[in-house]
Structures are given as C-alpha cells and as structure tokens.
C-alpha cells in the first residue's frame, strides 16, 4: 500500500528528494542558529541583571546605614525594586539550575565589597509580581519572570532586590520565517528550473521510445531523429537511440520488402500450376490440387496485408467509429452490434486499418466461435498517465466458443501462429488476422486484451476480447486539422 503513495518517475523523485533536503537543511541549520543565539542572549540578560544589582549593591554598602532605606526606595523603579531588611525574602540557600549562572556572575561582580551570603531564587510570573505589588507597573513584557536576589552585608543587613528577566527566548520570530520560506521558494524554484532542464530531454527520449514502437517503419507514420541535447549522458542516450532508430527502421523495411517480394513471385507459378491443374485427367487430385493453391493464394493475399500494413500506413481522418463497427461486420449476418451511451463516437485514426482490425476480429468470433456480439461504449478518462484509462472507446466483442488455453493467451498475436488444437479451421488460415488487428489497434495507441468467459460451473463459455481505444491517434498533430470521413 505504500507504494501507491511513493512518486512514480525520475523528476518527481528529484524533486522529492531536493525538497526534502533544502527544508530539513534550513529548518535544522535555522534551529541550531536560534539555539546557539538565545543562549547567548540569555547569558547577556544574565550578565545585565548581576551588573546593575552588583552596582545598587556597592553603592548602598557604603552608604550610611541609617541612610540605606531611603536611598533603596529612591533607587527602586518599574523594572527593579530594592528594599532594604533584617531577613532575606529567598528561602533557599541554593540557587536552582536556571539561576546558578546568575548567582555566580553576581559573586563575580561583588568582589570589591564584604558580603555574608547571596541568595538568588523565586522565579514568579510578572502577572503574579505586580499583582502582590512587588514592582510597580510599567512596560514589562508579561513573558518576563521576576527574579528576587537577596545579599547579605557585613553588618548582617539584608538588601531584597526583584527584578524581571527573560525566562525563555522563542525558537523563530515571524520575521524569520517569513525570511526563511522567501529563501526556501526561491532555492525550491531554481532546483526546479534544474530539474526541468535535466529530465525534459529525458521525457523527450520516453515519448520518441513510445512512438517508435506505435509508428509504421516507413512513410509517414515514422518517428523524426530526437533532439541531442541535455547533459552529456542525455546527449549520448539521445545519440544511441537514434542509431537504433535508423537500424531497427532499416531491419523491418528490409524484412517487408523481402516478404512482399516473395508474396508477389509467388503468384506467378501459382497461376502457372492452377492452369496446369486444370489439364489434370484425374478430377479428385485436380480437386486437391486447386484446394491447396487456393490455401497458398491466400497466405499469400494475407501475407501481402501484412506487409502493406506495416509500409504503407493509410493518412489520418477523423471518423465514426460506431458506424465503421456496423460496416466491419456488414458481411456477417449473425454480428450483433449494441451500443451504450449517447457518444460523442467520433475518432481520429486510419479508419481502413480499423476496419481490417475489427473485420479480422468479428470473423474469428463467427468462425471459431459461433457468435460475434460487439459492444461499443465510451472510456471515461481517470488516469492521465495510464493508456488504458485514457478518453476513448471500449469495444467488447464476445463468442461462445472454446475459449484460448491460458498459456496461449499472449502467443496467439504472433505472425503465422495458430492454434489448430483448440481453434481448427478447415481452410488451415494463415495466423495473421490478430497479428494484423494488433498491430492496427497498438498503432492508434489503444489495447487488445484477451481472456475467457467462465460460467457459473466453472467450465469455458467462450473468448472475450477487450479492445480500450483512445479518441486520438497518438501520432495525429495537436490542434491540426484532419480530413472528415462521413
């Protein structure tokens, strides 16, 4: 299941990985910065307070005893209270451990008079301080905390002090954030820029791979040379396929000139033998005879498709395909046609190797099968990435034959393969009708499945071939215009 939620290409992959490592860098690298700079900070307020009280503390040692109180009130203000008494407000002898950094800078700072003892505690929330009327009101942050420090005199005499400080500093201030996503939009967008350039010759060298394997190896139908250009790995991947290209282009168009060439040779020795046949004196080896060359004229007549198909791909116009369905089987009184939905059915394809297609498929139904019943309805598309689920057509065409064994399900579209245990005919055919069918549909970007009807005892109840069919010829411009066929 977690794969279903993992990117499903190079450049998303990227671009995961880049994010993740620029945030989790500046978040971390931003943490440790604040970290380290509140410390510091906190050290200064530390260092602030234990001046100004090691100060009023020295000033008040050498001011006269009797004089000391009045001077404390005078002293006192919004942000520091001295009070001058018998016994220390701070109980503990001991400072806590948020406040011992404190008391030893204070014993620090008071080394230039007679002190008996210095208590530093009672860390109270300034609401709760001016509240009792510890300090007076004034602009004190309410974040701040009130810290009391008592000092002891040589002459046992108590000097109370409360003032408040900065518990805890924020992590992050608005500022910085709002400083911090600036730079991380502005890093993210120029990875994406990168990465953009780095993958787009790679989407490029999928789509020229796509098209080679749908497009015919001659005329029209074949692929232009891709770009070389991108990084030098592109540029060598761009390079290599285009070599392989030229050389698979040159491969089949050798391999269907040789095929065509011999179909054609063939005819004229056939003639020749079915006019000498024609002389035979014995009528039942003359029967033979013609049986046989008329098998081997039409091998040769499918052989001939076959390679007209693959070299002479027919242009481009736009059709209806429920309509083309109804002429395919227009020579097959038992096809049944249903139709489901309101369409639109119009389609943008080659409309004559369609109709061989569907032609071969209708006449496999009715021979081995002893039906054809052909449903037509839309595909919605639900998946922009996924061929199968792409807007177009759904062409279901049932019988009630045999079926296909399992095994030979994917074989069965191989050229000049049949299958003559399980689907015999007594012409012997020549195992090209869904090799051609295939090869027309897998040109229009569309699929044919394959797989047997069950019924409810388990036995076969016949073929289902399933055919999804986008409504544009991949190879078909965008936004061109293409001839109309009504």
């Not at 977690?2 to 998303?12: A, G, K």
């Not at 060298?205 to 029209?220: D, H, I, N, Q, V």
Request: proline share 6%; hydrophobic share 45%.
């Amino acid at each position: 299941m977690l794969r279903r939620f993992l990117p499903d290409s190079i450049f998303t992959w990227l671009l995961l990985i880049l994010v993740t490592a620029v945030v989790a860098s500046q978040a971390v690298t931003m943490l440790l910065h604040n970290l380290n700079r509140n410390e510091i900070l906190l050290h200064l307020e530390d260092q602030r307070a234990a001046e100004r009280v090691a100060a009023l503390a020295t000033f008040l040692d050498h001011t006269a005893p009797i004089l000391r109180a009045g001077v404390a009130d005078a002293m006192s203000g919004p942000s520091l209270a001295v009070r001058v008494t018998s016994a220390p407000a701070v109980a503990a002898r001991e400072p806590s451990r948020e406040l011992m950094s404190l008391a030893a800078l204070l014993a620090e700072r008071l080394s230039s008079i007679r002190w008996r003892e210095i208590r530093v505690g009672s860390l109270v929330p300034m609401q709760e301080a001016q509240a009792g009327s510890v300090l007076a009101s004034g602009p004190v942050a309410s974040d701040h905390l009130l810290v009391r420090i008592d000092i002891q005199l040589r002459d046992l005499t108590w000097l109370n002090f409360a003032l408040p400080m900065m518990a805890e500093l924020p992590w992050a201030s608005p500022q910085l954030l709002g400083l911090t996503a600036g730079s991380l939009v502005a890093v993210l967008g120029l990875c994406l820029y990168a990465l953009l350039r780095l993958t787009r010759p790679l989407a490029r060298l999928t789509r020229a791979a796509e098209a080679l394997g749908r497009a015919s190896p001659a005329g029209a139908g074949g692929t232009d040379p891709l770009p070389e250009s991108g990084v030098g790995e592109v540029r060598r991947a761009a390079t290599a396929f285009n070599a392989m290209q030229t050389r698979i282009t040159d491969l089949i168009e050798d391999r269907l000139q040789m095929i065509a060439a011999i179909s054609h040779d063939l005819r004229t020795p056939i003639t020749r033998l079915r006019l000498r046949a024609e002389f035979m004196a014995d009528d039942e080896m003359r029967a033979k005879m013609l049986r046989d060359l008329d098998e081997m004229e039409a091998m040769i007549g499918d052989t001939l498709a076959f390679a007209r198909e693959e070299g002479n791909p027919e242009p481009l116009q736009t059709f209806d395909l429920r309509n083309l369905l109804r002429e395919a089987g227009e020579h097959q009184a038992d096809m049944q046609l249903s139709v489901a939905g309101a369409g639109p059915w119009q389609i943008t394809g080659q409309p004559l190797a369609l109709k061989r297609a569907f032609a071969n498929l209708i006449d496999n139904a009715l021979a081995y099968g002893n039906a054809a019943r052909v449903s037509l309805s839309r595909q919605p598309a639900s998946h922009p990435h996924d061929p199968r689920r792409r807007d177009g057509f759904r062409i279901v065409i049932d019988d009630d034959g045999p079926g296909i064994p399992t095994a030979e399900l994917a074989r069965v579209f191989r050229p000049f393969y049949r299958l003559e245990s399980s689907r015999n005919r007594d012409s012997g055919g020549t195992g090209l009708g869904l090799a051609i069918a295939e090869k027309a549909l897998r040109a229009h970007g569309g699929e044919i499945l394959l797989h047997n009807r069950m019924s409810e005892d388990g036995s076969v109840a016949g073929l289902r071939v399933e055919i999804l069919l986008p409504a544009r010829h991949p190879m078909a411009p965008s936004g061109a215009q293409v001839g109309h066929n009504h």
